[in-house]
């Protein structure tokens, strides 16, 4: 759908949007960025999973890639708040090696791939250089980042502890770090919102989680403009 399509469709569903709902909208959008996007490997406690989500839309990420190789990506909805409704969420579960699927598909579209892992190596997360496109991955709570992760990985960081602890909960370590990322890039110059397509694109998505039979509408949209 071009994007005069995609003004015309959003155009037509707001008319059936209280006009506080599409404020908004217009309000949250220039603070969503896919500057930095999040990645997920096998969470399978389904809190983590949720709150993960509700981390990512708090923080304006607005693509959560959801890798399964062995784990189901659960989410409860008393946790998550509905944010899950607002986020574009890829799953990635048709291959033997979902991992390597996903993380060249965010390769090729000119993405550094992040691996978070506690310990020594890694550069603390206060440090990482963000004028390029990330893909921050989170490991597995059993297992961790996989080795097919860490081989795609273009640098790997950490968050600094004292304890005797040196790793964090997977859904604290993510709210930890992009807070970190997000609030640096904000106040920088890069170019993070996004571009034009995307938020009609998202604007669309919105409107359609928001209105009941959203899909009776959309047919009879195509109708209209066949």
């Known amino acids: 759908m071009n994007y005069r399509k995609q003004k015309l ?4 569903l707001a008319n059936n949007l209280s006009s506080n709902r599409v404020c908004k909208f217009n309000k949250i959008l ?14 399978y406690q389904e809190r ?3 709150a993960i ?13 959801i890798i399964e ?31 390597q699927t996903c993380l060249s598909e965010l390769k090729n579209k000119g993405y550094q791939i992040v691996c978070t892992i506690p310990g020594k190596g890694a550069v603390n997360i206060s440090e990482l250089c963000i004028k390029k496109k990330s893909a921050i991955v989170f490991g ?10 860490l081989n795609y990985a273009d640098i790997t960081v950490k968050i600094p502890t004292i304890g005797f602890n040196q790793s964090l909960n997977i859904s604290v370590a993510a709210a930890i770090i992009f807070y970190e990322l997000t609030n640096r890039l904000k106040r920088s110059k890069i170019n993070w919102s996004l571009n034009e397509s ?19 509408l959309l047919k009879h949209f195509k109708s209209l403009h066949r």
């Open 53 to 65: 989500i509700r981390t990512c839309d708090c923080f304006g990420i607005q693509e959560l890639n």
């Open 30 to 43: 220039p603070e969503r960025t896919k500057h930095f996007v999040a990645v997920v490997e096998d969470i």
């Open 140 to 149: 597995g709570e059993k297992e961790g980042i996989t080795k097919t992760a």
């Open 198 to 216: 995307e938020k009609i694109d998202t604007k669309i998505n919105w409107a359609l989680k928001s209105i009941k039979n959203s899909d009776k």
């Open 9 to 12: 469709l959003f155009n037509f």
């Open 69 to 99: 190789n062995k784990n189901k990506y659960k989410i409860s909805k008393h946790i998550a708040k509905g944010s899950e409704n607002w986020l574009d969420l890829k799953v990635f579960d048709e291959h033997k090696n979902n991992s």
């Open 48 to 50: 983590n999973a949720s």
